[in-house]
């Protein structure tokens, strides 16, 4: 079942009139900006925290055999890391079509880590696309062994499932972030595929 958001994403108006907004991206987002942009800086959110437990239909995965790839979840606390772009509002045309599996845009203050921060308390508000727990697509919780195993066997028209992981993991490391539940899966999947091999 999936859960298009592109109607109601269409109706969020509460940065009509702005020349340009910021994204923050925490998953596909930060290592694929296949949009244009005006500035992509390192940044963080607040209180969200980064999770496999949203199921991809039409990209890493298929209606029948959803894959997983990332979403928030709320964890008071929690600073999650990704990359922030500054865009032009036609730019969410294509976003909301990218993300329509159950993504929904939210305002939220975003934090710059760059060296062009002044201070850790530059920030600005900007959006973010979120996957709640109750949209159709959500999967939920799983232990990081169960989620590599879903992932190794999942692919859908944007390629393999584990290709998201591993671009996602590769990203995080550039940006010198660690991430214990997406290291925790890779390491899972490394496993998986050396026993592969073995067989
Ligand atoms: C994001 O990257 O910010 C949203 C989730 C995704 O598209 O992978």
């Known amino acids: 079942m999936t859960a298009d958001t592109i109607a109601i994403n269409q109706k969020m108006d509460q940065f009509d009139g702005h020349h340009s907004v910021w994204l923050f991206g925490y998953g596909s987002l930060i290592y694929k900006a296949d949009f244009p942009y005006l500035q992509r800086r390192p940044a963080s959110i607040a209180n969200w925290t980064r999770r496999f437990w949203q199921g991809s239909h039409d990209h890493r995965g298929t209606p029948d055999a959803p894959g997983r790839v990332v979403t ?11 990359m922030a772009y500054l865009i032009t509002p036609e730019v969410f045309a294509h976003l909301d079509h990218r993300e329509k599996d159950g993504y929904l845009r939210l305002a939220t203050p975003i934090s710059f880590e760059d060296e062009e921060a ?15 727990p109750d949209n159709l697509a959500f999967i939920g919780e799983a232990s990081e062994r169960d989620i590599a195993e879903h ?20 990203a995080l490391r550039e940006l010198g972030r660690d991430d214990p539940h997406v290291f925790e899966i890779e390491r899972h999947l490394v496993e998986l595929a050396s026993r592969m091999a073995r067989t």
């Open 118 to 132: 002044n201070n850790a308390s530059e920030s600005v508000l900007g959006l973010v696309y979120i996957a709640t």
């Open 72 to 82: 928030l979840i709320e964890a008071p606390g929690a600073i999650c890391h990704g």
């Open 151 to 170: 992932i190794a066997r999942s692919a859908g028209p944007s390629g393999p499932n584990s290709d998201y992981l591993n671009h996602l993991a590769h």
